[in-house]
């Protein structure tokens, strides 16, 4: 099983910026899924941009798939103390389990 | 409440001691996976259903641990003569086939003393 790898390791901002979180993996993929988790709690699913997309928004969130480059981009637009939290992107193949990477951890203060 | 459950959500135990949880997953998701997670790091994989049916154990899953599905639909996760650093959050997610999104249970935070 193989599991992306999230870039940078930590980010801080201030609150009403801009965060970008970067996603690289190795395989080929039929989509790519970003999560977020808040301390102590469970993941939460974000966003899924299947392989023939190049860009998918949701709110707030923009994601890019570069499937050339093999990466993915999360940008958090004008963000807000909630998003504090730790981000990481999945990507299922068949057969096989859902591994994280180790995630991005976002600290926006006010 | 139609999401992922887990029970209980906090467990303390005396080292030794055996322990059990539960997963409850969204109805009809046919996936089911345990992870561990400790303070910092990213969601440890342990094992994974497909159906009732074990598809795969990550090598953290020592013989102190078990895991099952017996009729597909619940899941239990048994860590027997537990130790200090079984000392975790032990999360599970539920998904309806293996390309799609999966939903995760708020965990069961498990200390042993």
């Known amino acids: 099983s193989q599991q992306g790898e999230e870039d940078p390791q930590a980010l801080s901002i201030q609150e009403g910026e801009n965060a970008t979180m970067n996603c690289s993996y190795k395989t080929s993929i039929n989509n790519l899924q970003w999560y977020r988790q808040n301390s102590g709690r469970g993941l939460v699913h974000l966003i899924l941009?299947?392989?023939?997309?190049r860009e998918k928004h949701s709110g707030r969130l923009r994601v890019t798939l570069d499937t050339s480059k093999k990466s993915s981009s999360l940008l958090i637009t004008a963000s807000r103390a909630a998003d504090t939290a730790s981000y990481f992107c999945?990507?299922?193949?068949?057969?096989?389990?859902?591994?994280f990477g180790k995630g991005t951890t976002l600290s926006v203060s006010s | 409440d139609t999401g992922v459950s887990q029970d209980p959500r906090h467990k303390i135990t005396k080292r030794g001691q055996n322990v059990t949880f539960r997963c409850d997953p969204i109805s009809e998701h046919n996936r089911l996976y345990w992870y561990r997670q400790t303070l910092g790091q990213g969601p440890e994989f342990l094992t994974y259903f497909q159906n009732e049916a074990q598809l795969e154990k990550s090598r953290l899953l020592s013989d102190r641990f078990s895991a099952e599905r017996p009729k597909g639909s619940f899941s239990t996760l048994e860590i027997q003569r537990t130790e200090q650093g079984d000392s975790a959050m032990y999360l599970c997610a539920s998904s309806l086939a293996p390309n799609t999104e999966a939903f995760f249970g708020q965990g069961t935070r498990l200390t042993v003393v």
């Open positions: 999945w990507f299922p193949q068949a057969g096989t389990a859902l591994i």
């Open positions: 941009i299947r392989s023939n997309e």
